[in-house]
């Protein structure tokens, strides 16, 4: 059973970095899609960051220039190197990848930024 396990989420002033890693255990076929969304309280959950195939990257229009997505494919690993954080980052964040055509979430994980 594939399960996706998410941590790096804290608390961390304006301005702040934090590195949000998700690691997928119970597989060993390597993700093709591996992403990151977030769900902000009484908002709808939107993409963060996407990475497909290893080379096209995607990135939501808020973190552009701020966020980087990257992979360490050996390991089923995804990360989200987050820096220059802003008070409207404050979101549950969630990874999400495609493994042999199916769609696997992680369990989120909180990441809140005070001003």
């Known amino acids: 059973q594939v399960q996706l396990v998410e941590s790096g989420g804290d608390l961390v002033q304006a301005g702040g970095s934090l590195r949000l890693s998700c690691t997928a255990s119970g597989t060993i076929i390597s993700a093709t899609t591996m992403g990151w969304y977030r769900q902000a309280p009484g908002k709808e959950r939107e993409l963060v960051a996407a990475m497909i195939n290893g080379a096209n990257v995607r990135y939501g229009d808020s973190v552009k220039g701020r966020f980087n997505i990257s992979r360490a494919k050996a390991t089923n690993t995804v990360f989200l190197q987050m820096n220059n954080l802003e008070p409207e980052d404050t979101a549950v964040y969630y990874c999400?990848?495609?493994?042999?055509?199916?769609?696997?979430w992680g369990q989120g994980t909180q990441v809140t930024v005070s001003s």
């Open positions: 999400k990848m495609k493994i042999r055509g199916y769609d696997y």
